[in-house]
């Protein structure tokens, strides 16, 4: 269960990501499955996690039920700039890029629209060195202990 996920991963912060795509079959347009997410988040301290998805409608539907809900809108293209001004406006904390599309200039300008940048999915060591040394938020990889390791952690 998703109570269960965030205690094994204390006191890790953690990325809670909603699925919705339109072209899958269990594709729910209410988003009725929100709501219980917004359920367990509650129970738990918000520094803890941010809410993501690709599906810019559903973090809109977030953000109305709880407006201090942090959030970060799911990017395929990081460098396309008109992404960050729109997640700054939409009140996201920060955007989750694909690795390959951040540039510093992006992690830079972000972080002055208020955004964190949180880049997916990085088992490459030089480029998490560098992802680091531009002081991205957080590098989601599948190998946490690796990436420590090539951030000399």
């Not at 919705?20 to 996690?49: A, G, K, Q, T, W």
């Not at 629209?113 to 490459?124: A, E, K, P």
């Not at 202990?145 to 090539?150: N, P, Q, S, T, V």
Request: net charge negative; hydrophobic share 40%; proline share 7%.
């Amino acid at each position: 269960t998703l109570t269960e996920a965030l205690a094994a991963c204390a006191p890790l912060e953690v990325n809670v990501e909603i699925k919705s795509d339109p072209n899958e079959p269990d594709y729910d347009p209410s988003f009725s499955i929100i709501e219980p997410v917004l359920e367990v988040l509650h129970r738990e301290p918000r520094e803890r996690f941010e809410v993501s998805s690709f599906d810019a409608e559903l973090m809109a539907r977030v953000r109305e039920l709880d407006p201090e809900m942090p959030t970060a809108q799911l990017v395929l293209n990081g460098l396309d700039q008109a992404t960050w001004t729109a997640a700054a406006e939409a009140g996201h904390t920060s955007i989750n890029p694909h690795w390959m599309t951040v540039d510093e200039n992006l992690v830079t300008t972000c972080r002055e629209l208020g955004l964190g940048v949180n880049v997916w999915t990085c088992d490459d060591p030089e480029a998490i060195r560098r992802l680091a040394n531009w002081q991205v938020k957080s590098i989601i990889a599948n190998n946490p202990a690796e990436a420590r390791k090539a951030m000399g952690a």
